[in-house]
């Protein structure tokens, strides 16, 4: 299995619910990834997990909220976004050690937030 | 500052013709990974090529191949004979550690909207 898989794949959410993005992977890595893609704009990093625990948090506002349960799942809890929060999030994986590891991304949720 | 830069904001390019991409980097580690990476209308990030730092030859994959001059900081990815379904968004990208942690990061270029003309 060499895929990482995001559900749901669209997600249209009011500025006071409580949602959560889903991420799955069975490749045996250790380090897993949010990232933040606006239109027309590449990634941006938000928060890295490695060995399930959170070593990277990019000054993201706490209305976002990661979960590493496992070493193979992760998820993004989302209450009281903003309509500037409508993006495209990306989870991926990868080896954690190892420069020449790239990553392997899921397919995104698009996110939109009314 | 910048790490990655893509100067290419758009390309059009004929079918079967080549294609090539720029990257230029900047880092002041001796050891990282470049990668590209695809990315179409449809959101997912594809895997491309990987170079490594230390790597001596030109890495290639297929109809891409990536012209890597260390000096120059430079890691053009190249395609071969172009088809239409290479229209897409190309990101140049470079693992390298993060600051003030044990983790590693992939920062991402701008990105090349590439689209390939019939």
């Known amino acids: 299995d060499t895929e990482v898989t995001q559900t749901p794949k669209h997600l249209v959410m009011g500025m006071t619910n409580k949602k959560s993005l889903k991420c799955e992977q069975h490749?045996?890595?250790?380090?897993m990834y949010w990232y933040k893609q606006k239109a027309k704009k590449p990634p941006e990093l938000m928060f890295v997990?490695?060995?399930?625990?959170?070593?990277i948090n990019e000054s993201v506002p706490s209305r976002f909220s990661p979960e590493c349960p496992n070493s193979s799942l992760l998820n993004l809890h989302l209450h009281a976004l903003q309509p500037e929060d409508s993006a495209l999030y990306l989870c991926?994986?990868?080896?954690?050690?190892?420069?020449?590891?790239?990553?392997?991304f899921g397919s995104g949720t698009r996110l939109t937030v009314v | 500052a910048q790490k990655i830069t893509q100067t290419q904001p758009g390309m059009f390019v004929q079918e079967k013709e080549a294609v090539t991409l720029d990257c230029t980097y900047d880092?002041?580690?001796?050891?990282?990974?470049l990668f590209w990476y695809k990315q179409p209308s449809s959101g997912e990030m594809i895997f491309l090529i990987y170079?490594?730092?230390?790597?001596?030859q030109n890495a290639t994959e297929g109809r891409y191949s990536l012209n890597f001059q260390k000096a120059r900081k430079s890691a053009n990815l190249v395609i071969s004979a172009s088809q239409l379904g290479d229209s897409a968004m190309y990101f140049c990208a470079m693992r390298e550690r993060l600051p003030g942690g044990g983790a590693d990061g992939l920062t991402f270029g701008k990105g090349t909207h590439l689209i390939i003309q019939p």
């Open positions: 991926a994986s990868s080896q954690d050690r190892g420069l020449g590891y790239g990553y392997t």
């Open positions: 170079q490594g730092s230390y790597d001596e």
């Open positions: 490749m045996g890595h250790r380090a």
């Open positions: 880092t002041s580690d001796q050891s990282y990974g």
């Open positions: 997990y490695s060995y399930e625990k959170l070593s």
